[in-house]
């Protein structure tokens, strides 16, 4: 048994976030052969389920590796197998570091976004995640349970996030992970959580070796999961750190069946 696990934008999906009927062909043959594929993501799980039902993989053996590994779940038994939340205690001191940045930070329940205004920020971002919206000026208010993650924003300013980021170093040292998932958008998770790690818990799950995983991404939030795989795969469009740490780089990129090519030839 072989495990994939893939990133979904700028990955397994092409730029008009869809799966192309050259990659759904690829995961058709690799499920029917008893492997088992995991779409990883820093999504939300009701997200990554619209992306999988879009796509048509409606058979057995896909797993979802949801909000940067913070939530693991089997599709087959519509239940998580692992779960890392933020404390609630966590979310009015972020949300007022991100404020003295006047920086967008947003979370989550499990059926909506959670956003403290509906601004030029959440409007862009659910362009691609289409989940409901709660406003609430003071994020905690609209909790009952922490959530599997937090988001900063800044369209134009990467600068932002990362003082905001900076200022949050000491505190969040093994509490919460920061890591950017594109240049406009900073993760806050766990910190025992992450792709790496939901890598090594499913290998662990399945009694597969690491050896006999694969994981393939193109952004910094990927590369836990592309250096704790047996085969870590950078997409052609992936940043250059992503390809530093990668085993392999496509030879295509997302808009052009870039994994699927390459999954082919490394399981030939």
């Known amino acids: ?73 089997d599709c087959d038994r519509s239940t998580s197998i692992l779960e890392k939340r933020l404390p609630l205690s966590y979310i009015p001191y972020l949300q007022s570091q991100a404020d003295k940045y006047n920086l967008h930070i947003q979370t989550y329940r499990s059926d909506a976004i959670v956003s403290p205004a509906e601004d030029e920020e959440v409007t862009y971002y659910r362009r691609k995640i289409h989940l409901p919206l ?33 200022s949050i170093a000491s505190w969040a040292e093994n509490k919460v992970r920061t890591i950017y998932s594109n240049h406009m958008y900073l993760e806050l998770f766990d910190w025992d959580a992450g792709k790496g790690n939901a890598v090594r818990f499913l290998c662990d799950y399945f009694h597969v070796p690491l050896s006999d995983a694969y994981a393939a991404g193109d952004a ?49």
């Open 1 to 73: 048994m072989k495990l994939l696990f893939t990133d979904l934008d700028g990955t397994l999906l092409n730029n008009e976030s869809r799966v192309s009927p050259g990659t759904k062909a690829f995961l058709d043959e690799f499920l029917l052969a008893g492997n088992k594929l995991i779409l990883s993501s820093g999504r939300p799980l009701l997200s990554i389920l619209e992306v999988k039902e879009k796509a048509g993989l409606t058979q057995p053996g896909i797993f979802l590796t949801c909000s940067n590994g913070s939530q693991i779940y």
């Open 220 to 268: 910094d939030n990927d590369i836990s999961m592309l250096t704790a795989a047996g085969t870590g795969i950078a997409m052609q469009n992936a940043s250059d750190n992503v390809k530093q740490k990668a085993d392999v780089i496509t030879s295509l990129d997302n808009d052009h069946d870039g994994l699927a090519k390459t999954m082919r030839s490394l399981l030939r």
């Open 134 to 166: 709660v406003v609430s000026p003071v994020l905690r208010d609209a909790l009952t349970e922490g959530p599997f993650k937090m988001l900063a924003i800044s369209l134009e300013d990467t600068r932002k996030l990362e003082a905001f980021r900076q």
